[in-house]
C-alpha cells in the first residue's frame, strides 16, 4: 500500500496564505494555484531527477516536468554545467553571443520546417511574433485557430483557449477588446472541413492556420489520421500559412517535434519549453524567406530585452545535445507506454468510464468513455471524479497536471519504480475516488 493517512501541508497553507497576500491568487500563473481541483497547492523546496520536494517534507514523483520543459528530469548533470558555466561568464549582454548562433543551428537541424529561427523568452511572446509573422508575410489579417488550443495569453488567441483558461471557465478573458478577438476565427480540432469551410467563406482574409498538431491543453488530443496531410494541403491551395504551435510538442514527441513523427512540415513553428531546458527561452522559426522578414533583416518588428539569454540559450543546447545524443525517446516510448498501460488497467479494474490517451512521454487519463477528439468531447469529462482522483493520487506520492484538461508528461529521469509506483497508486486511488 502507498497510502500516506497523515498527509498534510500546514507549511504550504501557511506560505499560500502569505503569498496570497501579495500575489494574485497566491500564484504566478493560474493552473499552480490548483483551482481545479480545489483545495490548496504545495509550495515546493526542490527538484531533483523525476522528483519534487515540498516544504512540508513530501516527495513526489513529477509529472508536469514544470509543465514540459523537463524531458530530461530536474537538474540534469550536462544541463547543470552548462549553465553553471555560463553563469559565471555573465548572466546577459544585451549583445550578441556565438551559443545564440550553435542552437539556432541545432534546432534548424533538428525541426523540418526551420531554416532561421528567432528566440523569445516565453510561449507566449513565440506565438504573438509568430502570428504577426504571419500577418506581416501574407498582408491579411485573419488566423484560423481551433477551440481548446492554447497559444499562450496573446489577446487575440485568447479566444476558446484551453489549459488553465479552459481550466477557470474565462475562455474569453475580460480586457481582450472586440478587435483583437474580431479576425480570429475558430474550428474544432480533428475537422478538416470545418477549416476547409472557413477558408472558402473568407477567400483572401485568412493569414495562417494555427494549432497544437497534438493538444496538449484540453488534456492529450492526437491529429486523427489523415488531419494534418489534409491541413497541409488547404492551406497551400489558399495560399495560407500553417503554423504548428510546437511549444509543447517540441523536441518531446521526437527530436524533431511532431512536424517530424507525423512527416507534415508546416509553414512555421513555434517552440518553448524544453528548447530552454528548463530557463526561460522560447522560439519561432520558418523559411529563410519568411524569417528574413523580420527586423532588423526585414520590417515585421520583434524584439526582447533578454531573448538569446545565455543561461537560457546554454541549458537549451545543453538539453538539445543530450537529447540528440542519447537514446531518451526509445526511453521516454517504453516508459510512458507501461504508464498508460497500467493506468488503463487500474481505470478498467475500477470499473470507471475512461480512454488513455498518450503520443509519447505526453499523456491523458480521462474520465469520459472516449475517444476523446475536441474540446467539446473533453468537457464532457467527469471532472469531479478527476479531482478526487487527483488529491488521492498526491496524498499517495504522485504529483499529477492538477487538471483534467492538462497532459502528463514523463522524463528520462523517471524509472520503471516510478511507473509502477504510480500504477499502485492509482489502483488505491482509483478505489478511493470512485468510491
Ligand atoms: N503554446 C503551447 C502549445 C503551450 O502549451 C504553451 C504553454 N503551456 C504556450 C504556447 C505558452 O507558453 P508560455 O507559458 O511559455 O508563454
Known sequence: ???????????????????????????????RAFGAVGGEPPFMAKAEGAYLFDIDGHQYIDYIGSWGPMILGHGHPHVREAAARALEL?????APTVREAEIAEAVAAAVPSIEKVRFVSSGTEATMSAI?????????????????????????????????????GTPNSPGVTAGAAKDTLLCPFNDADAVAALLEQHRGEVAAVLLEPIAGNMGLVPPGPGYLE??????????????????????????GGAQALYGVTPDMTTLGKIVGGGLPAAAYGSSAKV????????????AGTLSGNPLAMAAG????????????????????????????????DAKVPH????????????????????????????????????????????????S??????????????????????????????AG
Open 90 to 94: 555573465g548572466t546577459s549582454f544585451g
Open 230 to 255: 489534409a491541413l497541409r494541403a488547404l492551406t497551400e491551395r489558399h495560399g495560407v500559412l500553417l503554423v504548428f504551435d510546437e511549444v509543447m510538442t517540441g523536441f518531446r514527441v521526437a527530436y
Open 291 to 302: 524569417m528574413d522578414r523580420v527586423s532588423p533583416a526585414g520590417p515585421v518588428f520583434q
Open 317 to 348: 543546447l545543453a538539453t538539445l545535445e543530450t537529447l540528440r545524443e542519447g537514446h531518451a525517446y526509445e526511453r521516454l516510448e517504453a516508459l510512458s507506454a507501461r504508464l498508460a498501460e497500467g493506468l488503463g488497467r487500474a481505470a478498467r
Open 132 to 168: 504577426r509573422l504571419a500577418r506581416g508575410a501574407t498582408g491579411r489579417d485573419k488566423v484560423i485557430k481551433m477551440a481548446g488550443h492554447y497559444h499562450g495569453h496573446v489577446d487575440a488567441l485568447l479566444i476558446q483557449a484551453g489549459s488553465a483558461a479552459t481550466t477557470l
Open 355 to 402: 480512454v488513455v490517451q498518450r503520443v509519447g512521454s505526453m499523456l491523458t487519463l480521462f474520465f469520459h468513455d472516449g475517444p476523446v477528439r475536441n474540446y467539446d468531447d473533453a468537457r464532457r469529462s467527469d471532472t469531479a471524479l478527476f479531482a478526487r482522483f487527483f488529491w488521492e493520487m498526491l496524498a499517495r506520492g504522485v504529483y499529477l497536471p492538477c
Open 1 to 31: 500500500a502507498v497510502s500516506r493517512p497523515d498527509f498534510r501541508l500546514p507549511k504550504s497553507h501557511e506560505a499560500f496564505a502569505r503569498a496570497n497576500r501579495v500575489i494574485p491568487g497566491g500564484v504566478n500563473s493560474p493552473a
Open 404 to 433: 483534467q484538461f492538462e497532459a502528463a508528461f514523463v522524463s528520462a529521469a523517471h524509472t520503471e519504480a516510478d511507473i509502477d509506483h504510480t500504477i499502485d497508486a492509482a489502483r488505491e486511488a482509483l478505489a478511493a475516488a
